[in-house]
């Protein structure tokens, strides 16, 4: 007599599931919600960041405020309703949806937002088919938009940059502060998070450099990175000043109620002023933008670049470095070796 093979829970297996997947199916249905508990779980187990854990719970939101409400299980998710929530995302969905002040008019997300939140759905399809808990792996055809998108990363002209600084009174703290920070960020090429959550103990004045513990860095590994001392010299004030307001803390960057500052906020109070100077775009992530490309533009090396940045693949430093044509054209009047021929003659 054949026998099944009986699990936890009453989850079953034939012989032939074992041989050819390794894999014990089980007859437990999960809802979309108690699937999403257990890989949370189990990513926290192994260590995964809780801003991390919080996009996979954020995207999974976005796809169950899509999805007919009639879907609860995860195992009623097929491929052919995946690609109808993409077609949404890419002509319908509106970005920022329901987030005051910031919903978009215009419909559709960009395809490198698509992709990312695609990424998140296949680590989770790809957990829950492993773990035996769905029959069939509903992301395993889904494939990466094509990106044919002009620009990957953009910065700030000089001329928008020099207008955003130039917008902030500097008798006002928080607008002293947020400049302070503007500065920091252009000086650095730190992330926003980063820079937030950056403590008087990571900066050493002596040295003109502040250090980024691995706890906080993206890919995990530690940094040193330089600090102008202007830049040093201004966040040294900027701290004193914190102490006066808000007391003893190790935090450089408070906000009106004596909280580290998060990002957010900062976003919010930057869209503001977008919309008070008519610009086009502007959030944290820019200046890092802005950073790198006039690194190279002042003689910095890619290389030296790829550590200040903490990217772990070079190609990811150059997507970083965008030139629009007015640099393009800055940059060939002074090395073109023709003009330096001529100048000779």
Known sequence: MKRKFIGERGATATSKDRRTTGI??????????????????????????????????????????????VIIYVDEVT??????????????????????GREKADRGLSVTTINIRLRTMKTMFNFWYNEGMTESN???????????????????????LQRVLDAYNERYFAEWRDKTLILLLLDTGMRINEALTLTIQQI??????????????????????PLSREVAKKVRELYEETQQYFGDTDYVFMNAYGEPMT?????????????????????PHMFRHTFARNYILNGGDLF???????????????????????????????????????KRS
């Open 24 to 69: 014990q199916r089980t007859s437990i249905r999960y809802t979309i919600d108690e699937a999403l508990d257990i890989f949370v779980k189990a990513k926290e187990a192994e260590g995964m960041r809780p801003r991390t854990l919080d996009d996979y719970r954020r995207h999974m939101e976005f796809f169950k405020r899509y999805i007919p409400e």
């Open 263 to 283: 990002p957010d906020t900062f976003r919010r109070r930057l869209n503001r002023l977008k919309n008070k100077l008519k610009l086009p775009k502007l959030h």
């Open 138 to 160: 509903a992301m395993a055809t889904i494939k990466q938009l094509r990106n044919d998108e002009a620009k990957e990363v953009e910065g700030l002209t000089d001329i928008e």
């Open 204 to 225: 050493d004045f002596k040295r003109s450099s502040l250090y980024i513990p691995s706890t906080i860095a993206k890919n995990r590994k530690e940094r040193e990175i």
């Open 79 to 100: 491929p052919i309703l995946i690609r109808d929530y993409i077609t949404y995302l890419r002509k319908e969905h509106h970005a920022y949806e329901g987030v005051e």
């Open 304 to 342: 030296t670049l790829q550590k200040i940045l903490d990217h772990s693949d070079i190609t990811t430093t150059r997507k970083y470095i965008q030139m629009d044509t007015e640099h393009i054209r800055n940059q060939h009047n002074k090395y073109s070796p023709v003009r330096r021929l001529l």
